[in-house]
């Protein structure tokens, strides 16, 4: 027999039996529970805090979620940002390309304008210098010309006549001269100035010792310069005492002549290196003139000449001068009387302003039927209605 609190029960008794098994078996699963229970429990105690670290890690695992997520939406800025900016690059190459290619075909264009204007101008250069070529084959021409010319002895005279003739007509008037002129001795003078005396009627001879010049240029030895030399002073003393002797003439033409040189280099050379033979042409009165200083000479015969047409006309400027003073006078007295016309004309005018006034006054009071202010006078300086 057992006995359970207030229950008992017996052994033999199979219902007991099963019972007590029963109650066994149920005590057994209540202790199971229990343990259980507590063994959950002491897990639950247990993984607490593997629960949080998985919770933990779980708040990680969605932070690195997050930044994932954040990192792909910055990645996703960073590659829209970029390709716009590469857009961006793209379209300003694009436009810098394209104004790179404007100016490029702007200054192909002018360079190609510049070079065409260039090579116009280089043609016309080359024109002009092709011209200019023919004019110095020309001159050439001319130059070997005016050589063959001078060579002859009668050429070169003809030369020197020429210039002379020129220079003459160029600072005298044409009376005053006379070219070729004969003169009493039967000499012929290249030119005759009609100077008054004195000193009287002067002679220019045009003489050209260009032989012994050009022997005197080229010479290389002293030998040669000094035979030069020598023959340029015979030959321009032979020349002084030619015109000497046929062109002064007394009582014809003046005590001194002119002989003309129609080169400056010739005039220079005997004036620098021989000044014996200028004294030799001031010892027998021909003075050497060379075109500048002949067209000098010739300006002062000019005023000289001037001057004697002066005195010479004085007597009919004198006239002239009478009659110009008459004239004055006469003007003068003419222009008085026009004063006295324009006087009496400025009085008549204002007589004339002043009737028009009361004129005008008249009718303004007869288109006004005032006729009692008619028979008034219009005050002490009242002027009479009768017109002057």
């Known amino acids: 027999m057992i006995e359970i609190g207030a ?34 429990g002491r897990s639950a105690r247990a993984t607490g805090p593997l629960a949080a670290q998985m919770q933990g890690l779980g708040q990680r695992v969605q932070m690195l979620s997050d930044g994932q997520q954040q990192l792909a939406g910055g990645l996703t800025h960073v590659s829209e940002a970029q390709a716009a900016a590469q857009a961006n690059m793209l379209q300003l190459m694009e436009q810098r390309l394209q104004a790179v290619t404007v100016q490029m075909n702007e200054n192909l264009s002018g360079t190609s304008r510049r070079t065409a204007q260039s090579l116009g101008e280089l043609q016309q250069r080359l024109q002009a210098i092709d011209k200019a070529q023919d004019n110095i084959t020309k001159l050439s021409g ?42 009493s001795n039967g000499k012929r003078a290249d030119c005759l100035i009609h100077l008054p005396n004195p000193p009287g009627p002067i002679v220019v001879d045009a003489k050209f010792p260009l032989e012994a010049y050009e022997k005197l240029r080229s010479a290389a030895t002293d030998w040669e310069v000094q035979d030069a030399a020598r023959q ?17 003439i007394e009582g014809e033409t003046a005590d001194g002549a002119l002989m003309f040189l129609p080169s400056e280099a010739v005039y220079a050379e005997l004036h620098a ?15 050497i003139v060379s075109p500048t200083t002949c067209m000098a000479t010739l300006n002062t015969m000019r005023a000289i000449l001037k001057d004697a047409r002066m005195r010479a006309q004085a007597g009919a400027i004198r006239k002239e001068l009478s ?31 002043i009737s028009a006034e009361k004129a005008g006054r008249r009718a303004r009071r007869l288109d006004a039927f005032d006729f009692e202010e008619l028979e008034t006078p219009e005050g002490p300086d009242a002027v009479p209605l009768v017109d002057r």
């Open 7 to 40: 229950y008992s029960f017996s052994l033999d008794d199979p219902l007991h039996l099963l019972g007590l098994l029963g109650i066994a078996a149920l005590v057994l699963i209540i202790l199971l529970l229990v343990a259980t229970t507590r063994a959950a």
């Open 142 to 183: 001319d130059v070997l010309s005016l050589q063959d010319i001078l060579s002859n002895k009668q050429t070169r005279g003809a030369f020197g006549e020429i210039q002379l003739a020129d220079i003459v007509s160029k600072a005298l008037p044409s009376d005053s001269y006379t070219m070729q002129a004969t003169l």
């Open 232 to 248: 340029l002073r015979q030959s321009v003393r032979a020349h002084i005492k030619a015109i000497s002797e046929k062109y002064l």
């Open 273 to 287: 290196n021989f000044p014996e033979v200028v004294r030799d042409g001031f010892a027998a009165r021909v003075w």
């Open 323 to 353: 009659m110009l003073f008459q004239d004055v006078e006469r003007l003068g007295t003419r222009v008085e009387n026009l004063d006295r016309h324009f006087g009496q004309a400025a009085k008549d005018v204002a007589d004339i302003r």
